[in-house]
C-alpha cells in the first residue's frame, strides 16, 4: 500500500509493516520472517533469510570532498579510474564492471567531509595484479606505496595503501589463496 507524498515531487511512501519484539529473540515475530517480510536472527545471532533478494545492479561508493576538482583530477590521471560523470558537485568513476567511486562536493549530497585522517570508510580495491598496481603507483610517485607490500586481512592477502587528496584510504588486496567473497 502506498501513502500520497508529502511533498510536491517527491515519490509515494510505501508503508512497511512494524514487527513488534516478542519473546524468542526481542525482534521481529517469527511469522513474519517466513512471509520474507523481515530478516530474523536466531538466539545464537546467526542471520537467515526466507527469501531471495532482489536483483543488485552495480554499487557506488560516496566520499565527500572539499576540494572535489582535486580529488576527480587524481582519481582519473594518477589512478587512471575511467570518468563516467562530471558535473559541478559530482565525478563518478568507473572501477570495475557495475563498481563505482563517486565523489561529491562538499556542498551537494546527504554527507559532509570529516576533517583528519579517520574518514570512517576505506575502499578496498581487489585484484589480481597487485604488484602492478604497485608499480604504477609508485611510478607515479603516490604516497604509500614506498612502505612496499603487506600481508593482510587475518593473512588471507597481500596488500598496500595509499591516501587520497582528501584523506581517504586505498587499499589495493589481492587474496593469498581463494577469496572468502568468492573468485580470487
Not at 96 to 101: G, P, T
Not at 128 to 138: A, G, I, Y
Not at 146 to 156: A, K, N, P, T
Request: hydrophobic residues 40%; charged residues 20%.
Amino acid at each position: 500500500m502506498l501513502d500520497a507524498p508529502q511533498h510536491f515531487g517527491e515519490a509515494p511512501r510505501m508503508q512497511v509493516p512494524r514487527a513488534q519484539p516478542d519473546a524468542w529473540n526481542d525482534g521481529p515475530r517469527p511469522e513474519l520472517a517466513t512471509q520474507g517480510q523481515f530478516p530474523l536472527r536466531n538466539p545464537a545471532g546467526m542471520a537467515y533469510r526466507s527469501a531471495a533478494l532482489p536483483r543488485i545492479s552495480g554499487a557506488v561508493t560516496l566520499f565527500y570532498y572539499d576540494e572535489i576538482e582535486t580529488a576527480s583530477h587524481w582519481y582519473e590521471n594518477v589512478i587512471g579510474f575511467e570518468k563516467q560523470v562530471d558535473l559541478d558537485w559530482l565525478a563518478l568513476f568507473r572501477i570495475a564492471d557495475q563498481a563505482y567511486l563517486g565523489l561529491v562536493a562538499a556542498n551537494a549530497g546527504s554527507q559532509r567531509p570529516i576533517p583528519g585522517a579517520n574518514k570512517g570508510a576505506i575502499l578496498s580495491i581487489v585484484t589480481t595484479d597487485l604488484e602492478k598496481w604497485h608499480r604504477r603507483l609508485f611510478a607515479a610517485g603516490v604516497a604509500g606505496t614506498g612502505q612496499g607490500l603487506e600481508i593482510g586481512c587475518g593473512g588471507l592477502s597481500i596488500e598496500f595503501k595509499v591516501r587520497d587528496p582528501g584523506g581517504y584510504t586505498l587499499e589495493f588486496l589481492e587474496w593469498l589463496e581463494t577469496s572468502p567473497i568468492g573468485g580470487r
